[in-house]
C-alpha cells in the first residue's frame, strides 16, 4: 500500500510536468487549431535558459524559473509572428508541416550553437524529504507539484478573471465575430503563444531538476507525451490538459512500478490510440457533427 502511495505521488509530480507542457498545446489548438509540434522545444529552450541561468550567473531556482518563462514566452512570440501568422489563411496540413519545420530547426540550431552533448542539471534549492504515514514523499515531487498548481491557478485566473483571457475566449468561440466586436485577433493569438511558451518554459526549469540531465533533443519525447495529455483530456480544453496530464503520469509510473519500465513511453502511445479509438474527443470533449 505504501509503495502505491509512493508511486501515485510520483507520477502526479510526473504527470504535472506533462499537464504544463499540454496546456500550451491545447490553448494554440482552441484559438487556431494547430498543432504546434515545435512546442515540445520551447520546453527543451526554456530548460537550457534555466541551466545557463544558475550555472553561469549563479541564480537561485525561482530566478532561473521566472527568467526562462519570460524568455519562452518572447521565443513564442516569434515564432508565432515570423512562422505561423503568414499561414494564417492557408490549408491546416500547410500550418503542421511549417510546425515540424519549425521543430526541427530549433533543434538543430540548437546542436549547432552548443553542441549535442548533455548537461548535468544543477539542484539550487535545498530540499528535505517529507515522511507522512510511513510514506516518504521527495522535497522535489513537493516543490514541482506546488510550481505546478501555482502556475494552473494562475491560468484560470488569466482565463477567466481577465480582459485578455475574455478575448482569448471569444476568439476560440468564433474568430471573425470576435473580430466584428472590435477584438486585436492578432494581439490575442500572440498572447495565447507567449503564455502557453512560458508555462513550457516553466515545466523544461523543474523537468531539468526532477531529471538532473538535459540536451537539445530532450523535447521530443515529453512534447509528445504532453500532446497524448491533450487529446486524452479533450485537446482545446484547458482542464482536460491538466486531467490528462496528471493521468497520464500516473498511468506510466504504476506501468514502471509493475516492473515494466521500459514499456513506460510506449504505454503513453497506447493510451493515444485507445483514446482516439474510444472516445476521439477526449474525457472532457462533446462528439459535434460537422455538416459535409
Same mark, same amino acid.
Given at each position: 500500500m505504501e509503495q502505491l502511495i509512493q508511486q501515485l505521488v510520483n507520477g502526479i509530480s510526473l504527470g504535472s510536468i506533462y499537464a504544463l507542457i499540454a496546456l500550451g498545446y491545447t490553448m494554440v489548438y482552441g484559438i487556431v487549431k494547430l498543432i504546434n509540434f515545435a #512546442?515540445?522545444?520551447? +520546453?527543451?529552450v526554456g530548460a537550457f535558459i534555466g541551466f545557463y541561468? $544558475?550555472?553561469?550567473?549563479?541564480?537561485?531556482? +525561482?530566478?532561473?524559473?521566472?527568467?526562462?518563462?519570460a524568455a519562452c514566452a518572447i521565443f513564442g512570440v516569434l515564432i508565432e509572428r515570423i512562422a505561423y501568422k503568414p499561414l494564417r489563411n492557408a490549408t491546416r496540413i500547410a500550418a503542421l508541416i511549417t510546425a515540424i519545420g519549425v521543430s526541427l530547426f530549433i533543434e538543430y540550431g540548437t546542436i549547432y550553437?552548443?553542441?549535442?552533448?548533455?548537461?548535468? !542539471?544543477?539542484?539550487?534549492?535545498?530540499? #528535505?524529504d517529507l515522511k507522512i504515514?510511513?510514506?516518504?514523499?521527495?522535497?522535489?515531487? =513537493?516543490? $514541482?507539484?506546488?510550481?505546478?498548481?501555482?502556475?494552473? $491557478?494562475?491560468?484560470?485566473?488569466?482565463?477567466?478573471?481577465?480582459?485578455?483571457?475574455?478575448a482569448m475566449r471569444a476568439v476560440s468561440h468564433d474568430m471573425?465575430?470576435?473580430?466584428?466586436?472590435?477584438?486585436?485577433?492578432?494581439?490575442?493569438?500572440?498572447?495565447?503563444f507567449a503564455i502557453g511558451s512560458a508555462l513550457a518554459g516553466a515545466a523544461g526549469v $523543474? +523537468?531539468?531538476? !526532477? !531529471?538532473?540531465? =538535459?540536451?537539445?533533443?530532450?523535447?521530443?519525447?515529453?512534447?509528445?507525451?504532453?500532446?497524448?495529455a491533450a487529446v486524452l483530456g479533450g485537446i482545446g480544453i484547458i482542464p482536460g490538459a491538466m486531467t490528462g496530464g496528471l493521468l497520464l503520469g500516473v498511468i506510466?509510473?504504476?506501468?514502471?512500478?509493475?516492473g515494466f519500465s521500459l514499456w513506460r513511453d510506449g504505454v503513453a502511445f497506447v493510451v493515444l490510440i485507445l483514446i482516439l479509438l474510444l472516445r476521439p474527443a477526449g474525457l472532457f470533449g462533446k462528439n459535434v457533427k460537422e455538416k459535409v
Open positions: #512546442h515540445g522545444d520551447v +520546453f527543451m541561468c $544558475i550555472s553561469i550567473f549563479h541564480l537561485g531556482f +525561482f530566478p532561473a524559473l521566472l527568467i526562462s518563462m550553437l552548443r553542441g549535442a552533448q548533455p548537461e548535468a !542539471y544543477p539542484n539550487t534549492v535545498p530540499l #528535505h504515514f510511513g510514506v516518504v514523499i521527495s522535497g522535489q515531487s =513537493i516543490l $514541482i507539484l506546488g510550481v505546478s498548481i501555482i502556475l494552473m $491557478i494562475l491560468l484560470q485566473f488569466i482565463v477567466h478573471r481577465t480582459k485578455i483571457g475574455k471573425d465575430a470576435a473580430k466584428l466586436m472590435g477584438i486585436n485577433v492578432n494581439n490575442t493569438i500572440s498572447a495565447t $523543474i +523537468f531539468g531538476m !526532477y !531529471y538532473t540531465t =538535459i540536451d537539445p533533443l530532450m523535447g521530443i519525447i515529453p512534447g509528445l507525451k504532453a500532446f497524448v506510466e509510473s504504476l506501468v514502471s512500478a509493475a
